[in-house]
């Protein structure tokens, strides 16, 4: 299989990968086959809150679970697919047919592109009425056509103050007298964003690049990111739902289907929630200040870290000493991870 133990685990860790091994039979047992994301959605996002398993935990119990042969795994169609071994082949093939239709539409390029603009664009909607900040970036025809077809958007600029980013562009741009520049990138996607994430490292290396404070708003986010860069500066705010364009509103009551995908958390449409327009109008202007202290504080070891010049379990290591005032270079490994979070 695929998964593999990150690390050697504590006894607590144990107990957690045992309820993860018990919540992914019952979920097999009862959805037979089932994508590595709908294991996610059922055991990570949904379930009581004292069973819920972090992804990360999930997949060294589906490692453990793998190697025992109690569960295979089958690839297909960009997906990572699991049953349980004693489950009747027939039975297996036809839930795979009826979710494999499903979870194929889900991958095509152009839904895909419109799904991220989706949440863009609420963002965007959230922003306009706030006065706190300025921001590049814009959607220049949301009242011209439905959302079909992808908006036409004013990219933000490549290059600040004389600091160029390549091809490489941020969502939004946002500049306050205290904070100076902003840099927002919105992730409206499936996967849980973990520090050693591509898109985080991108994101910080960017920020670095121009100086500016870096925001992250995406669906879900596990605690170990909140936990490890929250301190650097990074801003974080969480959805907790997967937008989907008001076109496919159909395909999205299907996603949500407990007997298919099962992606209970999707919402339809571009119009930002209440939480989300919270953050962007009350909460982000009164803790860019202090952000920006913390991203000028931390920035060498994030450059480090974005640039690939050092690896995760140290940067995780010399964040927490940095934080609680010791020596960065004393005793490195005793307090590295548990978990490889790359």
Not at 96 to 114: H, I, K, M, S, V
Not at 298 to 314: Q, T
């Amino acid at each position: 299989m695929r998964y593999a133990r990150t690390a050697p685990a504590t006894p607590k860790e144990l107990q957690r990968i045992e309820l993860a091994k018990k919540r992914i039979r019952s979920i097999l047992t009862r959805h037979t086959i089932a994508s590595h994301r709908t294991l996610e959605q059922k055991i990570a996002d949904a379930g009581p809150s004292n069973q819920r398993i972090n992804p990360h935990v999930l997949s060294n119990a589906l490692y453990d679970l793998g190697e025992t042969g109690e569960v295979l795994e089958r690839q297909e169609a960009n997906g990572c697919w699991l049953y349980l071994s004693t489950a009747p082949s027939a039975l297996v093939q036809s839930r795979f047919a009826d979710q494999l239709a499903l979870w194929n539409l889900t991958q095509d390029g152009r839904l895909t592109l419109r799904i991220g603009q989706t949440l863009e664009t609420a963002v965007y909607r959230a922003m306009l009425p706030q006065r706190c900040y300025k921001f590049l970036g814009a959607y220049l025809d949301l009242h011209e056509h439905d959302d079909k077809t992808l908006y036409r958007k004013e990219e933000p600029p490549a290059a600040l103050d004389g600091n160029s980013l390549g091809d490489r562009r941020f969502d939004f741009v946002l500049a306050t007298s205290i904070a100076g520049w902003v840099g927002v990138e919105v992730k409206n996607k499936r996967e849980w964003m973990y520090p050693g994430n591509k898109d985080i490292r991108d994101l910080l290396a960017k920020s670095l690049t121009v100086d500016a404070v870096p925001v992250l708003i995406a669906r879900r986010i596990p605690f170990v990111t909140f936990r490890l860069l929250s301190p650097c500066g990074l801003i974080i705010h969480q959805t907790y739902n997967q937008l989907y364009p008001w076109s496919e509103m159909d395909l999205a009551a299907k996603l949500r289907e407990k007997t298919l995908l099962g992606y209970h958390d999707i919402r339809v449409g571009n119009d930002p929630d209440e939480r989300l327009k919270k953050f962007l109008v009350t909460n982000l202007p009164k803790i860019l200040p202090a952000a920006r202290s913390r991203f000028e504080e931390h920035r060498d070891l994030l450059e480090a870290y974005a640039r690939g010049n050092m690896p995760y379990k140290e940067f995780a290591a010399r964040i927490r000493r940095r934080q609680k005032g010791v020596d960065e270079d004393h005793d490195l490994e005793e307090e590295g991870d548990d978990f490889n979070y790359e």
